[in-house]
């Protein structure tokens, strides 16, 4: 990385972390809606809000999820499909061409 690169890099840190303690506001804004659990189990694309092995699921990041009773099935970052708690993931509705960048992103 050269070193233009990285003052942008280490810029933009800096700006998240004062973002972040409420210093700043943020320069743009995206709104999300949150979506209602589907009762089928039926994948779908949520937001992780919290996970024991942060190495394995990482919080506020988009997993592709199947919700079935109880729980989340969901592929963690080594790749494996684990179980999770239902309440540790928030579904959201994408636009269909994001839900399509998506899929073929993943």
């Not at 937001?47 to 989340?72: A, E, N, Q, T």
């Not at 080594?78 to 994408?94: A, K, Q, R, Y």
Request: charged share 30%; proline share 5%.
């Amino acid at each position: 990385m050269d070193n233009e690169r990285f003052e942008q890099l280490k810029s933009s840190i800096i700006d998240a972390g004062r973002i972040m303690r409420g210093e700043i506001m943020p320069s743009r804004v995206f709104e999300i809606e949150v979506i209602d659990r589907p009762s089928a189990p039926a994948e779908s694309w949520a937001v992780c809000l919290d996970s024991d092995d942060h190495s394995l699921l990482i919080p506020r990041k988009l997993y592709l999820v199947r919700f079935v009773d109880g729980g989340v099935w969901v592929r963690d970052e080594n790749g494996e499909m684990t179980s999770c708690d239902s309440d540790d993931f928030v579904p959201i509705s994408l636009a269909k061409e994001a839900q399509e960048l998506f899929a073929e992103a993943a």
